[in-house]
Every structure is written in structure tokens, then in C-alpha cells.
């Protein structure tokens, strides 16, 4: 998720798509859904693609799909859910969280990671 995103706003003939879900800088329970045709589209063609070439059981797509979704609401509301010791658990600090995403939504430069913190450490993309 991090590549696919920083791709989003990294190209020049792909970022234009990707705006539509930035016109929402102050994000809510609804921004998740505001995404450009094309964009769902891709992302859907991405998954059918993977899904079809590597061997998933059933169970791992389901528990996937929830989590996948559970984290896209999560990350777009407007008042964090996780509560303080969230921040400084040494498990837990890698762990992506609505300010995370928020911020990305501020600053669009910055934050790219869906799931985990990690890979903005690692490319110095963190805020």
C-alpha cells in the first residue's frame, strides 16, 4: 500500500485522479469513499490480478477485506480513536493511526503508509 500510494501522488498522469480523495483535507467517516472512478477501478484490477496469479484461501481474503476497511475508516476520522499508550508501546507506535492519515491528508507530501509507519521511516516520508 505504501508503493501504490506514493505512486498515486508521485505521478504526474496519476495524481490528478488521486486529488479527488484529497479535496477532503479535513477528513470524515465518508472520505474513504471519495475516490475517482478510474482509481477504484485500478485498485480493483490490482487485486483481481493478485488474487489470480498467488494461491489465497478463502479466509485470508475475507479477514483482508475487513481490515483493509476497518483501517480506511479508522484512518479518516476526524478524532483519533487509539488512546495515548497507543503512542508510546514499542509494538504499537509502527502501527499507522487516524492522525497518521490525517496528517497525510494536511500535507500530501508526507504519510504514505496505509497500514504501518515503517515504510515513512525507512524513505523519511514521516511527519
Not at 5 to 15: D, G, I, M, S, Y
Not at 53 to 79: A, D, E, P, T, V
Not at 84 to 104: C, G, I, L, P, Q
Not at 106 to 127: A, L, P
Request: with cysteine; hydrophobic share 45%.
Amino acid at each position: 500500500m505504501f508503493c501504490f500510494h506514493f505512486l498515486a501522488h508521485r505521478l504526474k498522469w496519476f495524481n490528478p485522479i488521486h486529488q479527488l480523495h484529497h479535496t477532503h483535507v479535513e477528513t470524515n467517516v465518508y472520505s474513504l469513499y471519495v475516490l475517482h472512478p478510474i482509481e477504484t477501478l485500478g485498485f480493483g484490477f490490482i487485486w483481481l490480478f493478485l488474487i489470480t496469479i498467488l494461491k489465497f484461501n478463502f479466509l485470508s481474503i475475507i479477514i483482508y477485506l475487513i481490515l483493509n476497511l476497518s483501517y480506511g475508516i479508522f484512518g479518516h476520522l476526524q478524532k483519533d480513536i487509539f488512546p495515548a499508550f497507543w503512542y508510546r508501546n514499542n509494538f504499537t507506535k509502527w502501527v499507522s493511526t487516524t492522525k497518521f492519515h490525517n496528517d497525510h491528508h494536511k500535507n500530501e507530501s508526507r504519510n504514505y503508509g496505509f497500514y504501518f509507519t515503517i515504510w515513512d521511516k525507512i524513505f523519511k516520508t514521516i511527519i
